[in-house]
């Protein structure tokens, strides 16, 4: 009978350390969608030419940004897609993943950066690089935001 005790206390003790492990997945899961919870939404458009970008940012919880873009390039396809990414001081770096209308299969996926001034954003032009099919905007080389195409002014944002 004493030897049947030690093997039931043992998976007593992995039971109950089996419980704590779940309470706290679910305590960090529960941490983690309060976190992503948006708080604020702001919305932009950029107009170049024949060129037209609605971007919607919302901002979360936890800092961070996520949200919707379309771009309509003139004479290239219409792009939908999503940006998420965080504010480093004035500037937003997001990746905008995306789909092309001509192509509905193929996601493609870029870096982009965005300088706040005022209520205005203003999309960056840096030197990209791709290794092992990721692409990145280098650390060595400066963005320029001073001759650019799109400045995305502030709009009020419409129910889609």
Do not use: W
């Amino acid at each position: 009978m004493k030897k049947l005790v030690i093997p039931f206390l043992l998976l007593t003790l992995v039971g109950f350390q089996s419980c704590k492990k779940e309470e706290k997945q679910k305590e960090t899961e529960a941490v983690k969608a309060e976190g992503e919870k948006i708080v604020s939404s702001e919305c932009y458009k950029a107009i170049y030419e024949k060129d037209t970008i609605d971007l919607k940012l919302n901002t979360l919880k936890n800092g961070k940004l996520t949200g919707d873009m379309v771009m309509k390039v003139a004479p290239s396809t219409v792009r939908t897609g999503e940006v998420a990414g965080e504010f480093h001081g004035d500037t937003l770096f997001v990746d905008y993943t995306f789909k092309e209308l001509a192509s509905k299969d193929r996601i493609f996926k870029n870096p982009m950066a965005l300088l706040k001034r005022d209520k205005q954003l203003i999309l960056g032009n840096g030197t990209m690089q791709t290794t092992m099919g990721v692409t990145y905007l280098v650390k060595d080389k400066p963005i320029d935001f001073e001759s650019v195409k799109y400045k995305f002014e502030s709009v009020e944002c419409s129910d889609k």
